[in-house]
Nanobody, 124 residues
């Protein structure tokens, strides 16, 4: 079975930190690129962070640079998103994603496998 299962989403206050996790199965995880997307009601799903399968290339949405860190653990087939100094605009449903290429996880239209989503709410 091919699947990504996210966890870690919750309601937090401005300035707090949160760590999202996504466990993958059914894919050659170590050879696939990964990413995290955010979706707000009424809007399209947008990329937040991504990492190439080698771990040598990363992407961060400008609004989260220096606050979020994506990491990939090939031993545990898990991708994490460490979210620091959270702001209200970080609120949304976060989806982990995997793809056969790095470019695939930089655009929602090309992602190969999606997680079910985990909700993050940041309030003052």
């Amino acid at each position: 079975q091919v699947q990504l299962v996210e966890s870690g989403g919750k309601s937090v206050r401005v300035g707090e930190s949160l760590r999202l996790s996504c466990v993958a199965s059914g894919i050659p995880f170590s050879a696939w690129s990964v990413g995290w997307f955010r979706q707000i009601p009424g809007q399209e799903r947008e990329p937040v962070a991504a990492m190439s399968w080698t771990g040598r290339s990363t992407y961060y949405r400008e609004s989260v640079k220096d606050r979020f860190i994506i990491s990939k653990d090939n031993t545990e087939n898990t991708v994490h998103l460490q979210m620091n100094s959270l702001k209200p605009e970080d609120t949304g449903v976060y989806y982990c994603a995997a793809g056969e290429s790095y470019s695939a996880v930089l655009d929602a239209s090309t992602v190969d496998v999606w997680g079910q989503g985990t909700r993050v709410t940041v309030s003052s």
